[in-house]
């Protein structure tokens, strides 16, 4: 099953058995950044000066990004300038939201309802599937813990985790100093094609500053 790059980070957020997502700040950013560089490798979306410039507005058949391209190009059109971080911010809470629909309908996570202390409605979405998961961390782990040369699609992902300091999610149990010097060598390469490069790039900066930001405030 193919899934998108905003996708494949909320799977590695939500908690298999709990289905609590970790990292939530972050990884809100790093879903929707997911999201946006998929169009960009899709030739829907150029990124590029801190700025986002819609290229192609014909469907790519997948519902979740669809919906992201129309929202993105309503938005766009409102302002003389489409900038990156504005895009991100406004979006990564809707992103989030509907890239969890997405994976409910695929069938890898499942909605569960609670009420916290009896009153307060909490969603949470644990596993259902875990088959696109494992392939994902054993894609991980054989780029990053083994050395193997990365894709285009794989190196995208390494960037995105790396610029919002998602690690932990990525590699659950192992230290940091093992796995982050290996992902900011990737995120630096020239592993993905220039146009795809530039994207993750501005989404590695702003990702990046916003994470700093946060961690800051909570300090």
């Known amino acids: ?28 950013w790093a879903v929707a950044g997911g ?22 507005i014909s469907p790519t058949r997948e519902g979740l ?16 300038s489409a900038k990156v971080a504005e895009w991100l ?19 890898l996570v ?5 009420r916290a202390l009896g009153l307060f409605p909490v969603r949470r979405y644990p596993e259902a599937d875990g088959t696109v998961e494992r392939e994902l961390r054993d894609r991980l782990e054989r780029v990053v813990l083994h050395g193997a040369r990365p894709d285009d699609r794989t190196s995208s ?11 932990g999610i990525a590699f659950p149990g192992v230290p940091h100093k093992q796995v982050e010097p290996r992902m900011a060598a990737i995120a630096e390469g020239q ?12 989404m590695q900066a702003t990702m990046a500053a916003v994470t700093a930001a946060t961690i800051a405030a909570c300090t």
């Open 35 to 56: 999201t946006l560089l998929e169009l960009v490798i899709r030739d829907r979306v150029r990124v590029a000066s801190g700025r986002v410039t819609l290229t192609d």
């Open 1 to 28: 099953m193919s899934v998108t790059l905003g996708e494949e980070v909320m799977l590695l957020s939500l908690d298999d058995e709990s289905g609590v997502a970790r990292g939530r700040a972050s990884a809100a």
């Open 110 to 114: 499942v909605e569960e309802r609670h």
């Open 191 to 202: 592993w993905a094609a220039g146009g795809v490069r530039r994207a993750i790039r501005e």
């Open 65 to 80: 990004l669809d919906e992201r391209l129309h929202l993105l190009g309503e938005w766009a059109r409102r302002r003389r």
């Open 89 to 107: 911010a406004k979006d990564q809470t809707t992103s989030v939201r509907a890239t969890v629909s997405s994976l409910c309908e695929r069938g």
């Open 157 to 167: 992902l390494i960037a995105l985790l790396h610029g919002a300091r998602l690690h």
